[in-house]
């Protein structure tokens, strides 16, 4: 299993990457079909986040869905502790549902991991990222747009809520398996959800919807 190691505003030393290969090896136990680790290390230089400072972000890109966890802490070993901590729990309830489902046709993968840093001297021309996201800027602004295109198979909405939880997402977009609608599932307080859906072709760009859920939380 290959581990990719990355570091936004900070450089991540060959001792904490012996580090990390080392607890990352438990995630083995449970992913054993896991093809590679994406981690990404970052660092908040502002002194008034200093309590919250390191962040690590952990994806794992099996051969089903895309498992993910983060977690931020003033010491980046204490962050990795409780991100590794998240991700073994989402890892242990996939394969318990897949021990559940094992005689489901399963899901198609999709691609939920979060866009790369944001480009720091963005132009008029659109800047193509390396996971297929196109930025650019609106008008003379300073607002940069990013959009990036899913593929997925329609799911219903257990599925999509427990898509959710796995990558620890606040909304997931969808495509309604009963309904063919474009749809988002978005968590609101404890273990209460909302979902919202267009009534559209599937064709149509479903988008906007991520900002009618945190308008209806």
């Not at 570091?7 to 093809?35: D, F």
């Not at 399963?106 to 297929?132: F, I, K, M, N, W």
């Amino acid at each position: 299993m290959e581990i990719v190691v990355a570091g936004r505003h900070t450089e991540v030393l060959p001792k904490y990457r012996a580090h990390l290969e080392s607890k990352l090896a438990k995630v083995e136990q449970l992913a054993p079909r896991a093809q590679r680790i994406d981690v990404l290390v970052s660092h908040e230089a502002n002194p008034r986040q200093a309590g919250s400072s390191e962040r690590v972000e952990l994806t794992v890109v099996d051969k089903g869905p895309v498992i993910r966890a983060e977690a931020c802490a003033d010491d980046r070993y204490a962050a990795l502790d409780l991100a590794l901590a998240k991700l073994l729990e989402r890892l242990r309830r996939t394969r318990d549902r897949r021990k559940d489902h094992r005689n489901h046709t399963p899901l198609a993968p999709v691609d939920v991991r979060p866009p790369e840093p944001d480009v720091e001297d963005a132009t008029s021309a659109p800047v193509v990222g390396s996971d297929g996201s196109v930025e650019h800027v609106l008008g003379d602004s300073p607002v940069v747009i990013r959009e990036k295109v899913h593929q997925a198979l329609p799911m219903t909405i257990d599925d999509a809520l427990y898509e959710m939880e796995l990558v620890g997402h606040d909304f997931y977009l969808f495509v309604d398996a009963e309904t063919a609608q474009p749809a988002v599932a978005y968590r609101r307080r404890g273990w209460s959800y909302g979902v919202i859906k267009l009534d559209t072709p599937v064709g149509s760009a479903p988008a906007t919807v991520a900002a009618e859920a945190a308008a209806a939380r």
